[in-house]
């Protein structure tokens, strides 16, 4: 990584020294909780009556989840979150503002003093280049990096919020290597990657004869993580069934296997990501209040690539010196090409982009890299090809195949061909075949395993 960044680095010129760290303090003035105090400095944090909130307000006229509070640079951002009756600054009904300090905030009954206040004591957020392999050196990223140590400091659980493709993963990897539980394993958990009949058996486990298919005894992620870090990725899209049961065991810290009768013991720290709005989430019934709850003790937001465009050249040439000597110079047409490019896919668009230009050169760039869409590696096919998985599609259509199956069966293949031809493409390289997929490297050896023991998951019911 030092190699890395020394090579990235080269040519750029030296960042300015980010301006002194600011926070605001939020005073109840009046209403029934007068005297109540919260300071806003890194972390998004939420006001209203639910127990989950920073600030806890009694006042009848306040919703659950009333507002959001977030600082971005030298102002604060307040998000009214869709309450009953709304969020006024200086009097004026918003649905979201900027403010400097010395506004009022009312909502119902309460009225809220906001005053800007040199963060940390006034103290400058410490200069980094990155955290773990999270690169950037833009305010926003100072920010992030500040509040993560104070994560991996701690034992707590935390949701990473962002969008897709801003390096979630990464982050979590990051605050479990400098945690006290670096020595222990960092298990990924995408609930994004299974069915719903299947993620109960991933996450907690299954005895052997426990239905059709379970050939043996297999552990859940909770043991596997077993003194060290469990990263569930696309919490929001965790089955509602499913929800109580990971509520329980997060609470009980034990687990029952699929058609066992016996509960597992397990010290695992919870880091959960999301790229959807929870807080709407829970709101519109989707997921449970007191699941949220656990899993965002503390909760860190990661900034699409589009707000921190001082980082692109520095992503850009450390993802391009990460292919190695064979790669050549950086080249400084690639930043000219893509000036002004909003990056909707964010991190893993870039690290694509970058990817492709070497493989390809300019001339295979006729059209930017889609969010998420791992087939911009590869030249797409013609419209009237039909490839071995689209034959597989087909006969399982023909063969009237229940919609589950199929589906994960469809998956499955998919994930084969996918990951066999992107280790082809990199001589069988996993940390750079990784890197190419967008995923951690961990969650790919995960992968390689699943396809590799012919999908025990596939004969499941």
């Known amino acids: ?91 004026l009904r918003i649905a979201g503002a900027y403010l400097r300090g010395g506004e009022t905030i009312t909502i119902g009954k309460t009225l809220i003093l906001v005053t800007p206040v040199p963060a940390e004591a006034g103290e400058k957020i410490a200069r980094a280049v990155s955290f773990g392999r999270v690169l950037g050196t833009s305010a926003k990223m100072q920010r992030v990096y500040a509040f993560a140590r104070k994560i991996a400091a701690s034992d707590i659980s935390c949701t990473i919020e962002g969008e897709t493709g801003t390096g979630k993963e990464q982050l979590a990897e990051a605050i479990h290597d400098e945690s006290a539980r670096a020595r222990g394993p960092f298990v990924v958990f995408d609930c994004t990657a299974l069915p719903g009949t299947l993620m109960e058996s991933a996450l907690f486990g299954h005895e052997k004869g426990s239905f059709t298919g379970a050939s043996a005894t297999r552990r859940g992620v909770f043991e596997q993580a077993d003194g060290g870090t469990l990263f569930i990725d696309e919490i929001g899209d965790l089955d509602v069934t499913l929800q109580p049961k990971l509520l329980r065991a997060i609470q009980r810290g034990e687990t029952q296997r699929v058609g066992g009768t016996g509960w597992i013991k397990s010290n695992v720290r919870i880091l959960a990501a999301t790229r959807r709005d929870l807080d709407r989430e829970v709101q519109e019934g989707r997921f449970r209040d007191d ?25 850009a040439r450390a993802f391009w010196a990460s292919l190695g000597p064979s790669a050549g110079p950086f080249p400084a047409e690639f930043l000219t090409r893509y000036r002004g490019h909003t990056w909707p896919g964010n991190v893993r668009e870039l690290l694509n982009t970058v990817v492709r230009w070497q493989a390809l050169g300019e001339m295979g760039l006729g059209e930017r890299i889609a969010e998420d869409a791992p087939e911009s590696l590869a030249a797409p096919p013609a419209a009237s090809s039909t490839g071995p998985g689209d034959d597989l599609v087909e006969r399982l259509i023909r063969d009237a195949v229940p919609f589950s199956k199929a589906r994960q069966l469809a998956a499955l293949d998919f994930e084969r061909r996918y990951l066999r031809s992107i280790l082809e493409s990199f001589g069988g390289n996993v940390t750079k075949a990784a890197q190419a997929s967008g995923i951690g490297r961990r969650y790919f050896h995960m992968l390689l395993a699943k396809i590799e023991d012919g999908g025990e998951k596939g004969g499941q019911k």
Do not use: W
């Not at 959001?68 to 009953?84: I, K």
């Not at 909760?299 to 520095?314: F, W």
């Open 1 to 91: 990584m030092e190699s890395t960044l020394k090579d990235a680095l080269r040519g750029i010129s030296e960042p300015p020294e980010p301006s002194p760290s600011v926070g605001f303090v939020l005073e109840v003035v009046s209403g029934p909780d007068h005297g109540k105090r919260l300071t806003v400095a890194s972390a998004r944090v939420l006001v209203g009556t639910s127990p989950i909130c920073d600030l806890v307000l009694t006042d009848e006229r306040v919703s659950r989840r009333h507002l959001a509070l977030s600082v971005e640079d030298t102002t604060l951002r307040v998000e009214d979150l869709q309450s009953t009756n709304g969020t006024f600054a200086n009097e």
């Open 291 to 315: 699941l949220f709850f656990r899993l965002a003790v503390a909760r860190i937001e990661l900034p699409p690539l589009r707000e921190r465009g001082a980082d692109v050249e520095l992503l």
